[in-house]
């Protein structure tokens, strides 16, 4: 009876939830770090019905590593060189060393994760009063 506006309710929902992680990867964290960095993250996500549910999907390589973090690994130093000239607006001989502190970093600790899409769960739901 009700079936219809239920499912409404909850893709408003899911919508909601998913304008907010995109909302997240676009505006400085607590740390006052932007996320996003060429837009790769933010143009894979998609939200959309699944079987008697609806679903946020992420599809970008790196998106799981950016939500839950990652183990230590080595990331390929050019990658690195590029994001520190690109988004730290660095020379090249400033970017090739922090290029490398960042690599060593990541191949010690790993990387912390971000929680854009677990946050904007969490504040939608406390908007509506859910939780």
Do not use: C
Not at 37 to 42: H, I, R
Not at 78 to 83: A, I, K, Y
Request: proline share 4%; charged share 35%.
């Amino acid at each position: 009876m009700f079936e219809g506006e239920i499912d409404k309710i909850i893709m408003d929902l899911t919508e909601k939830i998913f304008n907010k992680s995109q909302e997240n990867l676009v505006t400085p964290d607590e740390h006052g770090w932007i996320i996003t960095d060429t837009g790769e993250l933010v143009q894979s996500g998609e939200f959309y019905k699944e079987g008697d549910g609806w679903t946020i999907e992420y599809t970008a390589p790196h998106s799981t590593d950016v939500e839950y973090g990652s183990e230590p690994h080595y990331v390929p130093i050019d990658d690195l060189r590029s994001w520190a000239k690109r988004k730290l607006g660095k020379p090249d001989k400033e970017a090739e060393r922090i290029a490398w502190a960042v690599r060593n970093k990541i191949a010690k600790d790993g990387t912390e994760a971000r929680y854009f899409l677990e946050r904007a769960k969490n504040t939608i739901l406390n908007d509506e009063g859910i939780l």
